[in-house]
């Protein structure tokens, strides 16, 4: 029988009001009944194979005998969560490379140098709104939270 393995919901954000909408233009097809989905639930089975449906039908992709809406209840929280907090995160580290953005890509390494005890390894440079900031390459997901962040590679 299947696993359910992820939540997600197909939306938009709206400038305008500031707030996320679901996003219909995109909808998925629930594999049970057919219908347009938004809220999407993930169901791996054991060929490993990824399952979609709503939450009127999830549970029988998953075997349950009836709903349990509070199971899939929970993982939406949870996935909402988790990205709430990785938002937070991204938001965090564009506001630390914001504070010590430099105007040119080497002062920024120097400067990176400076903050990490004289560190001699690769550098990544990243360039934002013409402002630079450094952060060692192993720094892998600061790194990758700063791209999502809207900084570039230099
Ligand atoms: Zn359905």
């Given amino acids: 029988m ?6 997600r919901w197909i939306s938009y954000f709206d400038d305008v009001e500031e707030k996320r909408f679901s996003d219909w233009d995109r909808a998925e097809t629930c594999l049970v009944c ?16 990824t399952l979609i449906a709503g939450k009127e039908c ?3 992709l998953l075997g349950w005998a009836r709903p349990k809406p509070r199971v899939l209840e929970t993982l939406r929280r949870k996935v909402e969560a988790d990205a709430r907090r990785h938002a937070e995160e991204v938001a965090s580290w564009d506001r630390t490379a914001t ?3 430099q105007g040119d890509p080497a002062t920024a390494a120097a400067c990176c ?11 990544t440079v990243l360039e934002k709104a013409d402002r630079f900031y450094a952060v060692p390459t192993d720094c892998t997901a600061q790194v990758a939270a700063l791209l999502e962040g809207g900084w ?3």
Avoid: C, M
Wanted: aromatic residues 10%; proline residues 0%; glycine residues 14%.
């Fill in 2 to 7: 299947g696993k359910l393995t992820g939540y």
């Fill in 34 to 49: 057919g219908r347009s989905i938004v809220h999407v639930y993930e169901i791996e089975t054991a060929a490993g194979e």
């Fill in 58 to 60: 999830a549970h029988k």
């Fill in 99 to 101: 504070k010590f953005s």
């Fill in 113 to 123: 140098r400076d903050r990490n005890n004289g560190f001699a390894g690769d550098l």
């Fill in 152 to 154: 570039e590679r230099v």
